[in-house]
């Protein structure tokens, strides 16, 4: 005989469905015909009798690693059997035995086309229902619910024990209501009800069934369900489910007595205790909405049954409040320090317990804060709406959470307050300090709003005014200038206006019409501040100085700011000394002033913030100072913005004029290695050679002749022409009598001489001629180019 299946995997316990059953009580293995060994002469059978007896020795054996080993071995054999009798009577036992084989041994993927291919194959019969049920609990215990479902449905449909069928319905139905599918669970659940083999499971259906109903608001349908499993001889457990479950259905439809008499159910039944505490919690519930408080109370002290996390701190939340409506605070708040032990820190079962136990700290006398009046609006505001306390308590509350800077929680509570039933004398402090508060919370549109109903009604309070000065800065901040200007307007003109406020007035409509990029009114309006105000702090007047000064400059009255300027630079040297300087920069730069930007450009060198000026000011600056022959600043400008790490991020400009300033300073090695960034980034050929003379010049300074040479060769081949061509040639000539022969320097020099007209190369030319005649004890020639050289350029002086 073929033993019952010991170990189909076991379905686990789904969140809300209790599954825990034995493997051997959810499905048995179909039984392969006895066959008597000796008269089974054909090898098909021999063969599946080998592979059947290995798969009973594996589930015999009681070592792991041999029962593994023997479901291996069986598998070969029905993997062989299968492959040479697939059409045989027994095949379709064998794919059972494979499949199980595999799953036992942990090959479960290849189980489960084993199962498939049964199920797919052979469609009914008890080797299909044994395989789709191991299917059905490999999903289901892999979370799989949807492949679980319908492979329960064919367990079912195929079993041949009729007390199995219910069983596969009741977990095909738990599957559906995993997935949120409620009609198909109701259809299944119902199958087991109406199954009259489905005895054991019709119990858990109906409350799964109730449950269902409950959750789409059937209450007295779900009533009635659960009604009937408690009129049952079902497990107590499955009885005190439903006994809970009946117990809120009967509350929602208003039956408190039949859900006490449901909940005291659980308190008395042994075997019930799982539900005990939320039994207990409920009833305490229904008592308290009875306003029965020593029911309550007796109720929570007649059982020593408890909850665990929130539940069981709503348990003890029900009955301190309970204790305090009969005023034992003591007793109470130490329930309530519990609550907020147990409940999640923000959650609203810790905020509740919280506001009960600040209240009995005020019962008890003890201080005041503003979680105290929370606990006490909880309390007493459902019953009193409209009392003038309730109101008053509440903005005493906001009151105290604005003094504390809480002005978030002050607004939302000062949002609440019904201004109506505030008495008079409350009535304008209120309004004033909830308008401030929205403002500062961040509540603008509020705040304009409180402010305007304070001011219309309370015109002559004393904190009008400062009331229109914040109403000004709320407008702002909803970007409304015409209106925020207009509120420091009317503080400005107000002769009984605050000093304090009028400045306030003057500063901020000025910062506001910057911000605009109202100019003009900017400048009026810090003008005004420093005409009206007179003692005006060093700093406000460097701030109404610059921003004059900066509108000027972008007014394009650059000449007119420099008083300005000045004056925030002396007023506040610390502050204003480099934006000053800055904007007197872009200043002069836009108005093409060179010698005034080159004496800002100086003081921002010496004050080390050159950096922070403009690329496009300080290259300007550095090419106008080398043209006019300030060759230390055009160097020390263009180096501000020359990278020599990234020189393809520099101009060409910049590198070729730093070349010539550096020449031009005596920093050869400085001018080598501008001039060889410019060559680096420089394709067009009339520049590349300006650079090459650059670079040979540089190195001739460093006494590298060679090189020198080398540079001014390359330089040549490129063809120059004009001041290129002739500083290549007096390069040349330098070289030619660095190597003692003056010869071919006198040639060198003698076609700048003779071909060129630049008034800073020609005499440089013949200064190089003279000297290379007089070498060659030519003097003559040598006077006569010196009488040329006085007489064409009488002040020039070799540099």
Known sequence: MISQISAIPMLTRPIVLSLALSAAAIAQVPRAQAVDPVLAGDSSNDLFLRGKNIYDSAQSATDLANRTEYYQRAAMIFTDYLNLFSDNPKAEQAWWYLGNSHYQSGMIDDARRCFSTLINRYGKGKWVAAAAYTLAADHYNRGEYAFAAPMFERYAANTEKAEERPRGYYLAGNCYRMLGREREAIGSLRKVIEDPAGSYFAPQAKTALGQLSAADGKFQEALVLFEEVLATDAPPKVRGEAALAAALAAAKLGRSADSDRHLFLIMKTPGMEDFRAEAQTVLMRNAFERKDYREVVRIFRSSESKATGEKEGARLMIAARALMRLKSYPEALPMFREVERLAKADSELSFDAAYHRLLCFFQVEGQFVPEQVDAFLQLYKKSYPKDTRIHTAMMMKAEALFSKKETAKAAKVYSQVDASLLSAKNLPGFLYQRAWCLAEAGDHSGAVRSFDEFISRFPNDSRVASAIAKRASANAELSEPRKALADYDQLIANPSTPKDLVSLAWLESARLSRKENNIAEMMNRYQGLLKNVSD?????????????????????????????????????????????????????????????????????????????????????CGIQAYNSGDFKLAAQCLSLIASPDDPRSSPKEVWRYLAKARLETKNPEGALTAADNALAIEDNPTWKADSLLDRGRALFLLDRASEAREAADEAMKL???????????????????????????????????????????????????????????????????????QSEFPDWKSR
């Open 536 to 620: 005006l702090s060093a700093n406000l007047r460097a701030e109404a100085s610059y921003w004059i000064g900066w509108g000027l400059v972008k007014s394009n009255k650059a000449s007119e700011s420099i008083k300005h300027l000045e004056a925030a630079r002396t007023l506040r040297p610390d502050a204003y000394t480099k934006h000053a300087g800055i904007l007197l920069a872009l200043g002069y730069f836009a108005a093409q002033d060179a010698p005034k930007l080159a004496a800002e450009i100086q003081l921002a060198i010496k004050n080390d913030f050159a950096s922070d000026i403009p690329v496009q000011t300080l290259q300007w």
């Open 719 to 789: 063809q120059p022409q004009g001041r290129t061509s002739a500083g290549l040639r007096i390069l040349r000539g330098d070289l030619e009598m660095k190597a003692k022969d003056p010869r071919k320097a006198a040639a060198e020099y003698l076609i700048v001489v003779n071909f060129h007209e630049d008034r800073e190369l020609k005499p440089k030319a013949l200064a190089g001629l003279i000297k290379a005649l007089a070498e060659q004890d030519d003097n003559a020639q040598a006077e006569k180019y010196r009488s040329q050289l």
